[in-house]
């Protein structure tokens, strides 16, 4: 079992920065290495979107919307998937989940909120 877990979200400014995180709690490291990890994200009334996936061993992919703002990463070692986000807009505002997807099958975390705002 993995249970992703979100933290990091919050209120910032139009053009400012913010880093999500999440933990893979609840899985072995071994496990976590063999996961597709991704971002997504869904703003009020809107159908949740892909923002960005890291399959394992392999390199970010980006919604169109967010590539050359956002940056997705990961640390095997302390289990963990990161997004950078930078240039921030107000259409980023969303609830944030993780997602993992592995061969024992698909896990959401509960969201985290980012509002974009002035």
């Known amino acids: 079992q993995v249970q992703p877990v979100e933290s990091g979200g919050g209120l910032v400014q139009p053009g400012g920065s913010l880093r999500l995180s999440c933990h893979a709690s609840r899985s072995i490291t071994s496990t976590f290495n063999g996961l597709d990890m991704s971002w997504y994200r869904q703003a009020q009334g809107k159908e949740r979107e892909l923002v960005a996936l890291?399959?394992?061993?392999?390199?970010?992919n980006y919604a169109d919307s967010v590539k050359g703002r956002f940056t997705m990463s990961k640390n095997n070692a302390r289990k963990m998937v990161y997004l950078d986000m930078t240039s921030l807009k107000p259409e980023d505002t969303a609830v944030y989940f993780c997602?993992?997807?592995?061969?024992?099958?698909?896990?959401w975390g509960q969201g985290t909120q980012v509002t974009v705002s002035s």
């Open positions: 890291l399959p394992k061993g392999g390199v970010p």
């Open positions: 997602h993992a997807q592995g061969p024992y099958g698909s896990f």
